[in-house]
């Protein structure tokens, strides 16, 4: 794996844990309605965008996509 793929891999980790807090959700359900969301993607396609942003940004973000998915009330 290189050096990217692990620095986006840690990142993606990171969000589901910032999200989880947030929220008081367990990690498989972030995990499992992240990949349903098409999180994960946006997150890996948007990887130096948002790694620059702090933590509250990139939750912000997540939930602004959820919200418009339908995911999240």
């Given at each position: ?32 309605s992240f990949a349903a ?12 965008v948002e ?23």
């Amino acid at each position: 794996m290189s050096e990217h793929a692990k620095a986006v891999t840690r990142f993606l980790a990171f969000c589901v844990e910032r999200f989880k807090l947030r929220h008081g959700l367990d990690g498989l359900t972030v995990g499992v309605s992240f990949a349903a969301n098409g999180i994960f993607k946006f997150l890996s396609d948007n990887f130096e965008v948002e790694h620059g942003l702090d933590a509250e940004q990139i939750v912000d973000d997540i939930d602004i996509i959820m919200r418009r998915k339908g995911a999240l009330s």
